[in-house]
């Protein structure tokens, strides 16, 4: 198992990261993207604040930063 964190920057200019503290044990990268989807998709539906620019950062546990997923990968182009 791999620890994840899935940091969530939002913002006109992306000036705005709200850190995860605690991150997720997960079995792959896969796995890891996957949720970060699946967060993306219940964010967009539940919080008014999240827009089309506003991203998931997935870093391991040594901070770096392994994948940037936009919510428009996981909520389909715009209509």
């Known amino acids: 198992m791999f620890q994840y964190y899935f940091h ?28 970060a989807l699946q967060m993306a998709r219940e964010l967009w539906a539940d919080w008014a604040e999240a827009d089309r ?7 391991d546990e040594l ?5 940037i ?3 428009s990968e996981a909520i389909g182009p715009k209509h």
């Not at 709200?18 to 993207?33: I, K, N, V, W």
């Not at 620019?53 to 870093?59: G, P, R, S, Y």
């Not at 901070?63 to 994948?67: D, V």
């Open 69 to 71: 997923v936009p919510f």
């Open 63 to 67: 901070g770096q930063q392994l994948l």
């Open 8 to 35: 969530i920057r939002t913002g006109p200019e992306g000036e705005y990261l709200d850190l995860d503290p605690d991150g997720t044990l997960l079995p792959s990268f896969e796995a890891a993207h996957a949720l």
């Open 53 to 59: 620019d506003t991203v998931i950062e997935i870093a």
